[in-house]
């Protein structure tokens, strides 16, 4: 009681810019960030997310590619995005909710530079696509979950389209099939795979 009495007091006295102070901070401890929902195009497909480069970054590949996939060409870097409530969520019960958002950014491996200090190995490069996978309420047009999509521009790689429909493929199964949590390649991505440890 006594402990109580002296911080009510300290409160009631409190000067007007320590009080305003204290009216700042408090909305902000108890305000928690909107869940990203996929923005689809009226057609429904599937519109690139804003602002995905600040979500949480979970790995990244060089040249994967499928078993029974035609070669790519070129190795490309693919560095994979999720958005922060579904990586909250996931932490917290190993399980990946609805929404969830993996975005895989694209870039040409490249080894030099305009000012030739790169020696050796590669770095990421010019951009050449995206790919998204969501976890969302099915549409009439798929039974699962989850649907894939590829923003990649033929015409100019660097700029993705303005919307995508979703694909299956090759892609698709392999997800369905190997991916080791719920079409996720958690396998692949630390960030999350020593959370199943």
């Not at 195009?41 to 979970?58: K, M, T």
């Not at 303005?162 to 991505?189: E, M």
Request: aromatic residues 14%.
């Amino acid at each position: 009681m006594k402990h109580g009495y002296k911080v009510s007091w300290r409160v009631a006295f409190a000067t007007p810019a320590a009080l305003a102070l204290m009216a700042s901070v408090a909305p902000l401890e108890s305000q928690s960030p909107t869940t990203p929902r996929p923005r689809y195009a009226a057609n429904g497909d599937l519109l690139l997310p804003v602002g995905f480069e600040n979500w949480v970054f979970v790995g990244s590949n060089l040249g994967l590619g499928y078993e029974g996939e035609p070669p790519s060409g070129e190795p490309q870097y693919h560095n994979i995005y999720i958005n922060p409530e579904a990586y909250a969520h996931f932490l917290a019960t190993k399980e990946f909710p609805v929404p969830t958002i993996l975005v895989m950014a694209k870039f040409k491996a490249a080894d030099k530079e305009p000012k030739g200090v790169v020696t050796a190995g590669t770095y990421n490069g010019d951009p050449t696509g995206y790919e998204v996978a969501v976890k969302d309420i099915p549409a009439a047009r798929r039974l699962t979950p989850w649907a894939y999509y590829d923003f990649t521009n033929a015409a100019d790689p660097s700029k993705p389209p303005s919307s995508a429909a979703p694909f299956k493929g090759i892609c698709y199964d392999y997800h369905l099939a190997h991916a080791s949590r719920d079409n996720v390649w958690v396998q692949f991505y630390p960030t999350l795979r020593k959370h199943l440890n």
